[in-house]
């Protein structure tokens, strides 16, 4: 069955340090992966969007790679700050078949001063 | 610019009641989605529309759920009879062209409760 899984537990980091979160993908083909994040009570909010010929996507302390040999992306916020405290979701458009995204659970990152 | 307006933000009912809900896209985005969001879980497609005509509602349980798109603008979701198990954040969300290829951009959403 298709599967889209992200680091299952919460991820608490110290300030300062690089916060490096996983998507997994399981008989998809995505021709693009996104990733948005999620504040409590709010709708997603995108940022950044990768495709399947591009290795890494940079915007400003984010970073994305995309690996369709190991069916992996993983997101990078380098020089975490408290702010950056969030759920981060990844979703992917398939090549072929339906039209829409699938998202992944999702990973609640917690930012420590 | 403004931003995917939704409403209610909070809804209460009972069990085999109706319930709608409303969403008014980002001036100008041809294509409008309505998302079901569990408690713990990612957003899953409900619906998916291309201007007023539904390009993909595979995943949308047609016995008690029905959306429209009038003139291609605002949407409404309806669910009748609501169950327990449509306690969820129903998000909207628009982008200018398809799905994947274009950034969504999503409202607060409705977060429903059944009783």
């Known amino acids: 069955s298709q599967k889209i899984e992200q680091n299952s537990e919460a991820l608490n980091i110290q300030e300062g340090k690089t916060a490096t979160l996983t998507c997994n993908y399981t008989?998809?083909?995505?021709?693009?992966l996104q990733w948005y994040r999620q504040d409590p009570g709010r709708g997603p909010v995108f940022l950044l969007l990768?495709?399947?010929?591009?290795k890494e996507k940079r915007k400003e302390r984010l970073k994305v790679t995309f690996d369709t040999t190991l069916k992996q992306s993983l997101f990078h916020i380098t020089a975490s700050q408290p702010a950056d405290s969030a759920t981060y979701l990844c979703?992917?458009?398939?090549?072929?078949?339906?039209?829409?995204?699938?998202f992944g659970t999702g990973t609640r990152l917690t930012v420590i001063p | 610019e403004a931003g995917v307006a939704q409403s209610p933000r909070y809804k209460i009912i009972e069990k085999r009641q109706s319930v709608a809900f409303w969403c008014n896209p980002i001036?100008?985005?041809?294509?409008l989605y309505w998302y079901q969001q569990i408690l713990g879980q990612g957003p899953k497609l409900l619906i998916q529309?291309?201007?007023?005509?539904?390009?993909?509602d595979s995943q949308l349980p047609k016995d008690r759920f029905s959306a429209e798109r009038l003139k291609g603008v605002d949407s409404t979701l309806k669910i009748q009879p609501a169950k327990l198990e449509d306690s969820a954040v129903y998000l909207c969300?628009?982008?200018?062209?398809?799905?994947?290829?274009?950034?969504?951009?999503f409202g607060p959403g409705t977060r429903l409760t059944v009783l």
């Open positions: 979703a992917l458009l398939a090549r072929t078949g339906a039209n829409n995204l699938f």
């Open positions: 969300a628009s982008s200018l062209g398809l799905a994947g290829r274009n950034e969504q951009f």
């Open positions: 990768i495709r399947e010929n591009e």
């Open positions: 529309f291309q201007n007023n005509g539904v390009v993909d």
């Open positions: 008989n998809y083909s995505p021709a693009y």
């Open positions: 001036s100008g985005h041809a294509t």
